[in-house]
């Protein structure tokens, strides 16, 4: 399975991991955040969603920064 694209604590540093990381990092209780990475069109088509992820579209970043955490592991992912 391939990896995802991560953003650690330092913002200029985003690493891959492997979706067994991720699990074992949430099973561990770090602070995981999934980011839909998804444009608007994209999402609304979309016959799922990760529960709790934030949508941020890549046309509308700065529009969303508030709502990214600013610590913790953050995992977009995009279909």
Do not use: N, W
């Not at 990896?3 to 949430?26: F, H, L, N, T």
């Not at 099973?27 to 998804?38: H, I, K, N, T």
């Not at 529009?63 to 592991?73: E, M, N």
């Amino acid at each position: 399975m391939p990896g995802m694209c991560v953003a650690s604590d330092s913002v200029m540093d985003p690493q891959r991991i492997a979706p067994d990381e991720v699990k074992r990092r949430m099973d561990s209780g770090e602070a995981v955040v999934f980011l839909d990475a998804r444009s608007a069109e994209a999402h609304d088509k979309a016959d799922s969603q990760i529960p709790g992820s934030i949508h941020v579209p890549p046309d509308d970043v700065e529009s969303h920064l508030d709502d990214i955490p600013k610590r913790g592991l953050i995992v977009p992912y995009c279909t």
